[in-house]
């Protein structure tokens, strides 16, 4: 625990500036976490003899998230030619002799949307108006959802929520889950709009309704993970962050956090 609450720091240390700033700096920020989940995403599949295309599925992260970061019009354009890349790709290696060639494609094209598409939603949801606040309040909703879960599970946990998923996680964590974020949610948006220069038409109680949801449906994104490590016998994809484990163990809920945030935030809110 103080191991992972060390890194934590570290990484706010460095994760406030980028946020606060935005831009060029953000961008590096997240490119290297999403880019670093995309490496350790296909090692996990490696692993069990399983082979998505590394460079399509790195490249076309790294290029669907430039643009959607910056051109976004070309983005669409980007994303399709990513996915007819690896069909040609891997339609060449079954014709080689890779049998399992088309499982290989959907695992290609799996890394490129959920990773790629879905992971770009970082960038979408820092550009909106105010955008460094909102991510201020959707995200760490996740955060502090997430150590709700983690702490009120590992100490009251009893009752099992997925045990061939993850074994530790219990409904208990899942209630913390849930009631953090909601407190979380609310208490943000009460302390910017409060103490901070954050104006943005949002009230305590959507604050709660944005953190209740994170906590609710972000502990997917973990579980998705998880399925997939369970697929590999692999414990953590990688020991890259200490404490935390790798970069796709970090962003897991990330994922999730920011799409649902983004559109809350679009629909709801602005």
């Keep these: 625990m103080r191991r992972r609450l060390i890194t934590a720091l570290g990484l706010t240390l460095i994760g406030m500036p980028a946020i606060i700033i935005g831009g060029f700096f953000y961008f590096l920020l997240m490119a290297i976490f999403l880019v670093g989940a995309t490496w350790e995403y296909i090692q996990l599949f490696r692993g069990v ?7 399509i599925t790195i490249g076309g992260v790294a290029l669907i998230i430039t643009t959607r970061m910056f051109f976004p019009e070309y983005a669409m354009p980007v994303f399709v030619a990513a996915i007819l890349a ?19 494609f959907a ?3 799996t890394g490129l949307v959920y990773i790629g598409w879905i992971g770009a939603y970082l960038f979408d949801l820092r550009n909106l108006p105010d955008g460094g606040w909102w991510f201020m309040i959707a995200l760490p909703s996740v955060w502090l959802s997430d150590s709700g879960a983690y702490s009120i599970g590992r100490a009251y946990g009893k009752h099992k929520m997925a045990p061939r998923l993850s074994p530790k996680k219990s409904w208990e964590g899942y209630a913390a889950s849930m009631f953090t974020g ?4 609310a208490f943000l948006v ?7 220069n954050f104006s ?11 953190g209740l949801v994170m906590g609710t449906l972000t502990p997917l994104g973990d579980l998705g993970e998880s399925m997939i490590k ?15 484990g790798g970069f796709f163990d ?3 809920t990330w994922l999730w956090g920011a799409v649902i945030g983004y559109y809350f935030i679009v629909f709801f809110i602005l």
């Design 49 to 55: 003899k399983l082979d998505p295309q590394v460079h």
């Design 86 to 104: 690896a069909m040609a790709y891997h339609l060449i290696a079954y014709e080689r002799g890779r049998d399992q060639a088309a499982l290989d």
């Design 107 to 109: 695992i290609t094209i």
């Design 182 to 185: 909601m407190i979380g949610g």
């Design 190 to 196: 009460y302390a910017y709009s409060t103490f901070g």
């Design 200 to 210: 943005g038409n949002i009230t305590i109680l959507q604050g709660a309704l944005l």
């Design 230 to 244: 369970r697929q590999s016998g692999i414990k953590d994809s990688s020991d890259i962050i200490p404490g935390h």
């Design 250 to 252: 970090r962003i897991d």
